[in-house]
């Protein structure tokens, strides 16, 4: 299955968790769009994780999204690294029940209140 739409439809999951107030995600994109002047506009942080999700209490988690076969570039390890030395976890996931499987682990380990 193409990593776009594997994206998608983690997308459409945490789009609906954070309706239901349980979470809330941002979509990382990295990259540059060219001028009508020939210069670029650059965007995103390269290596960033596919998504930053933050949890009740305090939670915060990155995904990286890979087909299965897809593995992470060099930056991207490199980016890894530094957000799992500051201590925030970062998974590698290939599909939505696997999203789903680390939300629910995180959500029934997190005691909180939403109103």
């Given at each position: 299955?193409?990593?776009?739409?594997?994206?998608?439809?983690i997308e459409q999951y945490l789009a609906y968790q954070e309706n239901l107030k349980k979470l809330c995600f941002q979509k990382n994109n990295?990259?540059?769009?060219?001028?009508?002047?020939?210069?670029?506009?650059r965007f995103g942080k390269?290596?960033?994780?596919?998504?930053?999700?933050?949890?009740?209490?305090?939670?915060?988690?990155?995904?990286?999204?890979?087909?299965?076969?897809g593995k992470l570039s060099v930056i991207q390890k490199e980016f890894k690294d530094k957000i799992t030395?500051?201590?925030y976890e970062y998974f590698i996931v290939r599909s939505v029940d696997e999203v789903e499987v680390i939300i629910n682990k995180?959500?029934?380990?997190?005691?909180?209140n939403v109103k």
């Open positions: 299955m193409k990593e776009s739409l594997i994206q998608t439809a990295s990259g540059a769009l060219p001028t009508a002047r020939g210069s670029w506009i390269a290596g960033a994780p596919d998504f930053i999700v933050w949890l009740p209490n305090g939670k915060c988690i990155c995904i990286e999204v890979k087909n299965e076969t030395k500051l201590g995180i959500l029934l380990l997190t005691p909180y």
